[in-house]
């Protein structure tokens, strides 16, 4: 950890680190509270560099716009790569992060409430007009399909046999040529019961955490995953009553985006594995396309679903 803070002290030498410790780490980042009141995240690749810059500027627009605390961006560590950071420092929210074991303790009134506020938040965050402009947060649908083409082209078209070749062209020339009817906004993009941290004392929403891959793009993607995040804890019926806070109308086409992402899960493994170095979960989704392409028929042919990808 000592290289940790001598990163700190390169950019803060006036804060004296008296305490750092080790909270976890995904696949973009590291997480240490330092001096008990601060988190900071330390990107483990590039992209997770750029993403940390995109969400440290966007934290410092749209904190004052919410009703919910965000982390405050208290220290940054600017890369010497455009755009990028090598560290951010947050202030440290208090509670703890949600987990099924405590939204299993919570009664129906607090569910109701914490639903409601929920709501609320995706409700402001998705009417916030951003007044700088962040290079790479938007996010164009065709744009992402076609990158996730190029890796399935080079990796996956050369292993399958040629009618799972046939299938996996015919798909893709379909998305990529699909007319999407989305509304596009600010979004936090990765939302689960873990981003809520919470007080169970109070009873009581203490903040949301984790905007490493906020963006501006389709709306639906913050309710799909909430809607295939039940294991956090949140079932579906809490999220139906979320939307219903919200005024959401088109639970059709949220049910159908659901269904067609969890379709298109076996191809973006290919893309997730090769992009962040996943091995096992790159390994494990070719073995699966070797074996055929799941659900073509009903998602491409019968149904074509690919109008639904997000």
């Known amino acids: 950890m000592k290289d940790k803070i001598c990163m700190i002290n390169s950019f803060y030498p006036e804060l004296t680190v008296t305490s750092i410790e080790f909270l976890g780490a995904g696949y973009d980042s590291e997480a240490y509270a330092v001096n008990e009141q601060f988190v900071f995240k330390f990107p483990r690749h590039a992209t997770a560099a750029a993403n940390l810059y995109k969400e440290a500027h966007v934290l410092m627009e749209i904190r004052d716009q919410l009703q919910i605390n965000v982390p405050q961006v208290l220290f940054t560590g600017p890369s010497d790569d455009f755009k990028q950071m090598v560290f951010v420092g947050y202030e440290r929210i208090q509670g703890e992060a949600l987990t099924p074991e405590i939204i299993q303790t919570l009664d129906e009134a607090v569910l109701n409430k914490l639903a409601k506020e929920l709501a609320g938040f995706f409700s402001a965050l998705h009417q916030i007009k951003l007044t700088t402009s962040i290079q790479g947060l938007h996010v164009d649908k065709k744009e992402k399909c076609q990158k996730e083409f190029d890796v399935i082209k080079s990796l996956v078209l050369p292993a399958v046999s040629s009618d799972s070749r046939d299938k996996i062209n015919t798909l893709y020339k379909h998305i990529l040529t699909a007319d999407f009817e989305d509304t596009t906004c600010l979004v936090h993009n990765d939302f689960g019961a873990s981003n ?21 793009y389709d709306r639906d993607i913050d309710f799909v995953c909430l809607l295939q995040s039940e294991e956090e804890g949140f079932d579906q019926e809490f999220v139906k009553t979320l939307l219903t806070y919200y005024n959401y ?10 269904g067609f992402n ?32 799941q659900d073509y028929e009903e998602h491409v042919l019968i149904k074509q679903n690919y109008v639904y990808y997000i």
Do not use: H, P, T, W
């Open 249 to 258: 109308n088109q639970l059709d086409i949220l049910q159908k985006k659901c």
């Open 262 to 293: 969890a379709f298109y899960a076996q191809f973006e493994n290919v893309f997730l594995g090769y992009s962040f170095d996943m091995k096992d979960l790159l390994e494990e989704a070719l073995a699966s396309l070797k074996q055929g392409i």
């Open 196 to 216: 809520v941290f919470f007080d169970r004392a109070s009873n009581q929403i203490c903040g949301i955490i984790d905007f490493g891959d906020v963006a501006i």
